[in-house]
Each structure stands twice: as C-alpha cells, then as structure tokens.
C-alpha cells in the first residue's frame, strides 16, 4: 500500500514539473503591437489622398492605431507631397514606397 502511495505521488510530481515546463516562456516575448505601429509611426510618413480608396485600405489595416501613424493628405498638403507619385505612398529616410504595404512588410521597411 505504501509503494502505491509513493508511486502516485511521484506520478503527481512529475506531471507538475512538465505542466509548469509548458508554461516557461522559450521565446523571448514578441512587442506589443501597439508599440510596432507607434514606431512605423515615428519612422516613416504615410502619404494620402482625399478619395483615394487603396488609401483607406492602407488605413484600415492599422484600424483605431491609425492614429500613431505620420500621414499626410496631398489634396490638402500637396506642398508636402514633393516626389510623391501616386498614393498611398511611404517615406522611410530617403526612399519611396509606393502602393498599400502591410504592418509586416512595414516593420521590415523600418526596422520595427
């Protein structure tokens, strides 16, 4: 009966120890999404079109973080839109990104 008893335990011991295995953390912790597009916000210039509906695709994919993201409307601004030319467009340092890019391709664009 003792064995039993001593069996069981170590049974329960062990199942313990892998259940608390599972939930260490073997990736170092992925940035909060937030904090990607506040970056791509601070790295690079979204350039927008009033009517422009591949514009409200790009804008979409942010959704209520648009927000953080630096745009610029060439209907409105266009003495902001220099070398800009078609929408929506990016400026990352000197370069010129034409056309929707997703929040990945976006983060690799800008080192997020």
């Given at each position: 009966?003792k064995?039993?008893?001593?069996s069981q335990?170590?049974?329960?011991?062990?199942?313990l120890?892998?259940l608390?295995?599972l939930?260490i953390?073997?990736k170092?912790p992925?940035?909060?999404?937030v904090?990607?597009i506040?970056c791509?916000g601070?790295?690079?210039?979204?350039?927008?079109?009033?009517?422009c509906?591949?514009?409200?695709?790009?804008?979409?994919l942010f959704g209520?973080?648009?927000e953080?993201?630096?745009?610029?409307?060439?209907f409105?601004?266009?003495?902001?839109?220099?070398?800009?030319?078609?929408?929506p467009?990016?400026r990352?340092?000197?370069k010129?990104?034409?056309?929707?890019?997703?929040?990945e391709?976006l983060r690799e664009?800008?080192?997020c």
């Amino acid at each position: 009966m003792k064995k039993k008893i001593k069996s069981q335990i170590i049974i329960v011991g062990i199942i313990l120890i892998v259940l608390i295995l599972l939930f260490i953390p073997t990736k170092k912790p992925q940035t909060n999404g937030v904090e990607i597009i506040k970056c791509i916000g601070e790295r690079a210039t979204l350039y927008i079109q009033l009517g422009c509906s591949h514009c409200k695709t790009q804008e979409a994919l942010f959704g209520e973080n648009y927000e953080f993201i630096n745009s610029v409307d060439c209907f409105y601004e266009n003495d902001k839109c220099g070398g800009i030319r078609g929408t929506p467009s990016w400026r990352i340092g000197s370069k010129i990104v034409i056309g929707v890019q997703t929040i990945e391709e976006l983060r690799e664009l800008t080192g997020c």
